[in-house]
């Protein structure tokens, strides 16, 4: 993956420093948001994210649960006890047809082989990190590598228990796609053996590609573009454009047919050059006949283009998946959801918590507005900075914009993407040169004080105080609640920030009335998947749900 754009280096470059965002001739990935939080702030010395955060495992394909090994989910242990659905199906791995409990004595016959290593397996066995996995060369690559048996082997790859931090990772311009596009890996699991359920990038194995992206029934993977061609697939549809959906996608892609929203597909073939003969888009609420399954994109209340997607199998069954999403009354008025059962929902579990209760995006908006309006009283000579990303948060500086009549500030790489929206009341209010107005665009994770004093200084002869707003679900807090007022900004010197919990991704209790509404026969999580107590807890919520 790829270079830092040298035409506004300051304003992306925090694509590598935080949000690992590609931008180069070629190709173009960004990881979406903080919601899924900042790749390079939450990795740990290993290059995985810290197991006790949040949104543990919100790009959920970057650590897969083992399932055949020390992460495999606990199964009832009394006889006649009935297991979940999605138990079954995270017990079985990614074959989403084998849903069979094994035997006390199959388990016992399958642990003896798995203590049993091949050392010719063992001696192949490489160390590596995320970055490698993502196609990224560092200058720690470099280094010499140690192999299993703790002495080098050659060579370009820096293993993930050798002495790296954070602070090594200086990205390199080339992108390896034959990496993204093949999908291969070869990890080491807690027993020390090779297995292929997930891990880094090698040319051992195929990347085996999780089950709740695979829609039963169907010859169709939902945000599978990281395993390579996928066998059986048909059909690959992404959900939206946020990096940690299409990752793997790329201009070399030649696996199958993508189908997705009307905006995304505009923006995979601007931002990824991907091949337009692979492109298929499909206008939202039209249902098309795919494969013999009807499809049907929904408005997800997410970042521009993204979609839930319903499937209706022949049989009847109708399955939907939100992939990214913040639930509303109005899907609530969804014909076909009105009209027709959903009998497996995969939800996306981001803030499946009851510590996260978000004020509406409208209540946000208003505080945001507000906080601007009385900040120019006092200090007109204001520099106004929202944080987003190359897609999500237009909101928030439309609802500025508007407020204050004033045009808004992208560099010309956000402008590209902005444009392409076809929303005139966006389009028409960008402008190219920053001194024209004083609302400005910047990356979310650029919101530090050293990076916003360095930025203001191109405009100190117009300005004489910033103040900036990062919008962002993560800055909820349990004691502010609903109530905005009582937000509290942090403040150095002349700059000033606001964290605000705008987020695009459902609150705990606006995933409990999705699911009510719904009323799926099963529930299968998305996100923060890779923890069994996470796991057990959000089954625990959705029985509670559905009772």
């Keep these: 993956m790829g270079k830092r754009s040298t ?68 199964q009832e242990s009394e006889e006649g006890t009935h297991t979940s659905f999605a138990a079954d199906f995270y017990r079985c791995g990614s074959d989403y047809s084998s849903l069979l409990l094994v035997s006390e004595e199959e388990k016992k016959d ?87 359920s997930g891990g880094v990038a090698d040319r051992q194995r195929p990347r085996v590609c999780p089950f709740y992206k695979k829609i039963p029934g169907t010859p169709f993977t939902v945000d599978a573009f990281r395993y390579g061609r996928i066998e059986g697939c048909k059909a690959y549809i992404l959900s939206h454009f946020h990096a940690d959906h299409y990752g793997g996608l790329s201009k070399g892609w030649s696996h199958g047919p993508i189908y997705c929203t009307t905006l995304t597909a505009r923006l995979v073939r601007l931002c ?9 888009p499909l ?45 509303s009354k109005l899907m609530h008025t969804y014909p076909l959801l009105v009209n027709q059962r959903v009998n497996v929902l995969y939800l996306d579990t981001t803030y499946c918590n009851p510590k996260y209760r978000f004020p509406s995006k409208e209540d946000v908006l208003s505080f945001v507005v507000r906080v601007t309006q009385n900040f120019l009283r006092k200090q007109p000579k204001s520099l106004i900075i929202v944080g987003a990303y190359s897609i999500g948060k237009e909101c928030v500086y439309l609802a500025i914009s508007k407020a204050l009549g004033v045009k808004i500030y992208a560099n010309s790489s956000r402008k590209r993407i902005l444009q392409s929206f076809g929303w005139p009341e966006l389009s028409g209010n960008l402008c190219s040169n920053g001194k024209e107005t004083p ?71 606006e995933l ?32 509670e749900w559905m009772r």
């Design 7 to 74: 035409e506004e280096a300051l304003d992306f470059e925090y694509e590598i420093e935080n949000n690992f965002s590609i931008h180069s001739g070629t190709d173009f990935l960004e990881w979406e948001d903080d919601e899924s939080s900042s790749i390079l702030n939450r990795l740990d010395e290993n290059g995985f994210p810290p197991s006790q955060h949040p949104s543990e495992l919100k790009d959920d394909d970057d650590i897969e649960l083992d399932t055949n090994q020390s992460n495999e989910i606990e």
């Design 283 to 327: 206008e939202l609420g039209i249902e098309y006949l795919i494969e013999g399954i009807k499809v049907t994109m929904l408005e997800a209340n997410h970042c521009p283009g993204a979609a839930l997607i319903h499937f209706c199998l022949p049989n009847g069954r109708c399955y939907l998946h939100t992939g990214d999403f913040r639930a």
């Design 512 to 543: 409990r009335e999705f699911v009510q509404f719904i009323r799926p026969d099963k529930i299968i999580p998305t996100v923060n998947i890779g923890n069994a107590a996470t796991r057990d807890k959000m089954q625990s919520h959705f029985r």
């Design 110 to 196: 399958n642990q003896k082989k798995q203590n049993m290593p091949d050392p010719k397996l063992m001696r192949k066995l490489k160390q590596t990190n995320l970055f490698q996995m993502w196609g990224v060369h560092t200058k720690s690559d470099q280094r010499p590598q140690l192999d299993c048996n703790g002495s080098n082997s050659n060579k370009k790859m820096k293993g993930l228990l050798s002495d790296g931090s954070l602070d090594d990772f200086g990205l390199e311009s080339n992108i390896a796609h034959d990496n993204v596009n093949n999908g291969f890996l070869h990890i080491r699991n807690s027993s020390g053996i090779a297995s292929s």
């Design 439 to 509: 609302l400005h665009v910047l990356p979310i994770s650029s919101l530090k004080f050293e990076a916003l004093e360095h930025y203001s200084k191109t405009y100190m002869n117009q300005y004489t105080a910033v103040l900036a707003f990062r919008p962002t679900g993560w800055t909820y807090s349990e004691a502010i609640g609903s109530h905005l007022d009582l937000i509290k900004p942090t403040s150095r010197g002349k700059v000033t920030i606001y964290g605000v919990p705008y987020s695009e991704h459902s609150s705990f209790t």
């Design 272 to 280: 990824l050059y991907v091949n337009p003969t692979f492109i298929h």
